[in-house]
Nanobody, 119 residues
Framework: VQVVESGGGLVQPGGSLRLSCAASGSIAIIHTMGWYRQAPGKQRELVAAITSGGSTNYADSVKGRFTISRDNAKNMAYLQMNSLKPEDTAVYSC??????????????WGQGTQVTVSS
């Protein structure tokens, strides 16, 4: 299973970005897809997650500003980030909790995409 993120970049405070996550390979089902972030000198934290049924949860720091969504048919997840703040600067990584066609369940990670919020 391969996971690839895209959509990061440099944006001014108050701006928006949309991240995409594509999972591919021998996937039977993706249970939960999540976005995590890690800022320099800090631990990785969960930003948002979405189940196959569409249930979502968000970190308190992004509630009302970020929206996670997914397209089950395409094995993709998205993170719409609005009203970005400098403290949102981090490497954002996608996680896919998946079961392969051989019945093996595991966590699969992308390499991450840098998001920098700065004027």
């Amino acid at each position: 299973v391969q996971v690839v993120e895209s959509g990061g970049g440099l944006v001014q405070p108050g701006g928006s970005l949309r991240l995409s996550c594509a999972a591919s390979g021998s996937i039977a089902i993706i249970h939960t897809m999540g976005w995590y972030r890690q800022a320099p000198g800090k631990q990785r934290e969960l930003v948002a997650a979405i189940t196959s049924g569409g249930s979502t949860n968000y970190a308190d720091s992004v509630k009302g500003r970020f929206t996670i969504s997914r397209d089950n048919a395409k094995n993709m997840a998205y993170l719409q980030m609005n009203s970005l703040k400098p403290e949102d600067t981090a490497v954002y990584s996608c996680n896919a909790d998946s079961t392969t066609i051989w019945g093996i369940r595991g966590d699969y990670w992308g390499q991450g995409t840098q998001v920098t919020v700065s004027s």
